[in-house]
């Protein structure tokens, strides 16, 4: 499943502070109509995300019936993006199968 969205970047001053954008109420619909597919626990959803130039993977947090995309530093700095900045976020959810089709393989 892809998703194509924009949502405002906001940092959270918890005891981990970090920043996300909020995934939108229609998306988050879906995310969550998929989520017993590809959840591995606690709710989290793995994805892949690509913001500009720059694609990495991740896990989507459940909170409070909506879905936030936590965004870290590297991506901030690559992006040249600050707290309340508009992201343009593509979202690839990944499934249990995709992910191990994914991952080095041991010899």
Avoid at 14 to 19: D, M, Q
Avoid at 64 to 71: C, I, S
Wanted: hydrophobic share 35%; net charge negative.
């Amino acid at each position: 499943m892809s998703l194509a969205f924009s949502g405002e970047l906001w940092y959270w001053r918890g005891p981990a502070p970090h920043y996300f954008v909020t995934v939108p109420p229609e998306e988050c619909e879906a995310i969550k109509a998929a989520s017993k597919l590809v959840t591995y626990g606690w709710g989290m959803i793995p994805v892949q995300v690509t913001v500009g130039q720059t694609v990495w993977t991740t896990s989507l947090f459940p909170q409070e019936g909506r879905y936030l995309v936590p965004v870290r530093a590297n991506v901030r700095k690559a992006e040249g993006l600050e707290e309340g900045d508009t992201v343009e976020v593509q979202l690839d959810v990944q499934t249990a199968r995709r992910r191990k089709a994914e991952e080095p393989q041991e010899d």
